[in-house]
C-alpha cells in the first residue's frame, strides 16, 4: 500500500470542491481578465472555451485517470503504468520540477495580494493622498522585506492546511472557501454592473474583436486554458491519486472546468465593467489588478473600503487553495518516496520560502537580476507558463494514448464497468492520441519560436 492509498477525499462533492479549489486562483482573477481584454475579448474568450473543454479537460481526465490508477504520486505512477519501465519517471520529474517554480512566482504574487487585502483592511491602501497606485505599488513592489514577509506568512498558511491532512486539511478549507468565493464574487459583479456606464466593460470584455487575437492570443489561450485548470504539472495526477473508488471522473471533470470557466468570467465581469464606469485604462496588463482596481475601488461614492477588502479577501482565497495543492503535489512526491509528511510538507515549505525570496528581491530594484533583457521573473514566469506545462501535457496525452493500456483507461473511467461509457472510443482515439497532442505540440513550437526572437 502506498503513501497515498489510504487517505483521500471523502466524497465527489470534495472532489469536486478541492480541485475545482486548486483550478481557480490568480489565473482566474488576476490573470485571465487582463489577457482577455488585450487580445480581444470575446474573441479570446471563445478560443479559451474551445481549448479549455477540448485540450484543458481531456489533460484533466487523463491525470485523474492515471492518479487513481496507481494511487501513487506522479513520480512513480508513470513507470507503474508502462510495465515498471523507469524512464517514464521523467514525464513526473518534469512536473515536480514545474510545480517547484510555479509555487515560487505563485506565493510571490500571492503575497503582493494579501499586503493588498491588509491595506484594506487597515485602510493605508487609500490613506496616501496624493500619491497614485502606481507609485504605491512600485514602491511595495522595491520595498524587498515587506514583500518577503507578506510571502512567507501566507506560505505558512498553506503549510498549516497541509498538516491538517488531506480530507481534514484541503478538503475540508475547500469544500469552506469555494461557496465564500462564489458569494463574494457575485457581490463584486452586481456592484460594479449597477455602476453607470457599466455596459463599455461588458462590451470590451465580450465584444468579439478578432484583429487583436493573433497567433500570439491562440498560444496565451491554450496556456492560460492549462495553467487554469492547473493541468500539465501533475498536480492533478496528485489529486486524482485522492478520488474515491466510485467517484465518475467524467461528471467530476465537467463540473470542475465549469467552476473554472465560471469564475474567471465572473472576474471580468466584476472587473471591467467598474473599471470603464470610473474612466479608467483598461489595457494595463499584470498591473489591472493591483494599480487599477485600488483607483476604481476609491472612485466609489460608498463602500470603497468594504469592496476593496472583499475583493483582495477574494483573490487572497483562492489564490490559497491552488497554492496549497502545488505544495501537496511536492509534497506527496516526497511522501511517495518513503518520507513521513510532516517533515516533507515542511521540508517543501523551507525550500520554497527560499526559492520565492530569491524571486521575490530579484525582480526589481537594486537586486534585479535580469538576462537577455528579461527579469528572472519574467523569465520563470515565461517557462512556468508557456513553455514547461505545454511541455509536460504533450508528454502526458502521449502517454495516456499511446503507452498506457487502452483497456486499463476505460476500466478507469467506467468504474471497472459500472458506468456506461459511450463516448470512450471518441475520447481516446480522437482527443487523446491526435487532436491534444497536435494542438499542443503546434502551439509549444509556435510559441517558442515567438517569443525568443
Ligand atoms: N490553476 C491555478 C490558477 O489558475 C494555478 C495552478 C497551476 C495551481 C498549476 C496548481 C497547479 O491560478
Redesign the pocket.
Known amino acids: 500500500m502506498t503513501a497515498s492509498a489510504n487517505k483521500g477525499f471523502s466524497s465527489s462533492f470534495g472532489v469536486i470542491m478541492a480541485a475545482a479549489g ?11 481578465p487582463y489577457i482577455c481584454g488585450k487580445y480581444g475579448g470575446g474573441a479570446f474568450l471563445l478560443v479559451y472555451l474551445f481549448f479549455v473543454f477540448l485540450i484543458g479537460m481531456s489533460l484533466l481526465m487523463c491525470e485523474f485517470t492515471v492518479g487513481r490508477r496507481t494511487r501513487r504520486a506522479p513520480v512513480k505512477a508513470y513507470p507503474a503504468l508502462a510495465g515498471g519501465k523507469k524512464g517514464w519517471m521523467a514525464i513526473g520529474l518534469l512536473g515536480i520540477v ?2 517547484f517554480l ?2 515560487s512566482i ?1 506565493l510571490v504574487i500571492s503575497g503582493w495580494t494579501l499586503n493588498y487585502f491588509w491595506e484594506s483592511v487597515t485602510g493605508t491602501l487609500f490613506g496616501q493622498s496624493g500619491v497614485g497606485f502606481d507609485v504605491h505599488f512600485g514602491d511595495f513592489a522595491a520595498h524587498s522585506v515587506h514583500r518577503v514577509i507578506f510571502m512567507l506568512i501566507f506560505l505558512l498558511l498553506g503549510l498549516v492546511v497541509i498538516l491538517c491532512g488531506v480530507e481534514s486539511g484541503i478538503e475540508r478549507l475547500s469544500k469552506w472557501l469555494m461557496p465564500i468565493l462564489l458569494v463574494l464574487i457575485v457581490a463584486l459583479c452586481v456592484r460594479s454592473l449597477t455602476l453607470p456606464g457599466a455596459a463599455a466593460g461588458l462590451d470590451y470584455l465580450f465584444h468579439p474583436d478578432f484583429s487583436k487575437l493573433g497567433g500570439e492570443g491562440i498560444l496565451a489561450a491554450l496556456g492560460q486554458s ?8 501533475g ?2 495526477v496528485v489529486y486524482g491519486s485522492y478520488i474515491p473508488a466510485d467517484d465518475n471522473i467524467l461528471k467530476s471533470s465537467i463540473w470542475i472546468t465549469v467552476c ?1 470557466v465560471a469564475i ?1 468570467v465572473l472576474a471580468g465581469v466584476a472587473i471591467f465593467p467598474a473599471v470603464f464606469a470610473c474612466g479608467m485604462e483598461p489595457g494595463q496588463g499584470a498591473g489591472l489588478v493591483y494599480v487599477v482596481l485600488p483607483a476604481v475601488f476609491q472612485s466609489f461614492e460608498f463602500g470603497a473600503q468594504l469592496f476593496a477588502i472583499l475583493f483582495f479577501l477574494l483573490l487572497s482565497l ?2 490559497l487553495t ?2 496549497i ?2 505544495h501537496e ?1 511536492l509534497t506527496a512526491f516526497l511522501t511517495d518516496a518513503g518520507m513521513k509528511r510532516t517533515p516533507a510538507a515542511v521540508l517543501v515549505a523551507i525550500a520554497e520560502g527560499v526559492l520565492a525570496s530569491a524571486v521575490a528581491i530579484s525582480f526589481t530594484g537594486e537586486t534585479a537580476l535580469t538576462a537577455a533583457d528579461r527579469t528572472f521573473f519574467d523569465w520563470m514566469d515565461y517557462l512556468t507558463a508557456y513553455v514547461l ?1 505545454p511541455v509536460c501535457a504533450l508528454l502526458t496525452v502521449l502517454f495516456v494514448g499511446w503507452i498506457m493500456k487502452k483497456d486499463d483507461i476505460n476500466d478507469e473511467l467506467s468504474n471497472h464497468g459500472k458506468l456506461s461509457t459511450p463516448w470512450f472510443d471518441a475520447f481516446y482515439h480522437v482527443m487523446v492520441r491526435f487532436v491534444a497532442p497536435v494542438a499542443l505540440a503546434t502551439v509549444l513550437v509556435l510559441g517558442m519560436m515567438g517569443y525568443i526572437k
Do not use: E
Open positions: 486548486s483550478a481557480v486562483g490568480l489565473g482566474n482573477i488576476w490573470r485571465f514545474t510545480c510555479i509555487l505563485y492549462l495553467f487554469s485548470l492547473s493541468v500539465g504539472m498536480t492533478m473554472d474567471a483562492a489564490a491552488s497554492a495543492s502545488l503535489t506545462p
